[in-house]
């Protein structure tokens, strides 16, 4: 039986490029993860509302800021570490569309 770990939900860019690299290196090494589907596939599927609810966000304080007419950073940083969860969600939806019957061919992850 595979070991459930918690995700703390605090996650800095470093880290989130590490959890990106180990998953991808269990992919490219055919590593029996043991059967986690159902969590991956949650967490893949949570963090992709995740994305979407910040990307809004961060759009939103653009807006705000523009309308008040004080600068704007973009918000590098944030950006940044929105790119990986996205990516880090990709790959946990992969991992699951991967182990099923009708498997969806994912080039690049």
Same mark, same amino acid.
């Given at each position: 039986?595979?070991?459930?770990?918690?995700? +703390?939900?605090?996650?800095?860019?470093?880290?989130?490029? *590490?959890?990106?690299?180990?998953? +991808? &290196?269990? /992919?490219?090494?055919?590593?029996?993860?043991? *059967?986690?589907?159902?969590?991956?596939?949650?967490?893949?599927? #949570?963090? =992709?509302?995740? $994305?979407? +609810?910040?990307? /809004?966000?961060?759009? *939103?304080?653009? $807006?705000?800021?523009?309308?008040? &007419?004080?600068?704007? #950073?973009?918000?590098?940083?944030?950006?940044?570490?929105?790119?990986? /969860?996205?990516?880090?969600?990709?790959?946990?939806?992969?991992?699951?569309?991967?182990?099923?019957?009708?498997? $969806?061919?994912?080039? =690049?992850?």
């Amino acid at each position: 039986m595979a070991e459930i770990l918690s995700f +703390t939900g605090r996650l800095n860019p470093e880290g989130a490029a *590490r959890l990106s690299a180990a998953l +991808t &290196q269990a /992919f490219a090494d055919g590593a029996d993860l043991g *059967r986690r589907e159902p969590q991956i596939r949650a967490l893949g599927l #949570s963090l =992709g509302s995740l $994305v979407d +609810t910040l990307r /809004f966000e961060l759009d *939103r304080l653009d $807006v705000c800021l523009a309308d008040s &007419q004080l600068p704007s #950073s973009g918000h590098p940083e944030c950006r940044a570490l929105l790119a990986e /969860f996205e990516r880090f969600g990709e790959l946990a939806r992969a991992y699951r569309a991967a182990d099923a019957s009708n498997a $969806v061919d994912c080039p =690049g992850l």
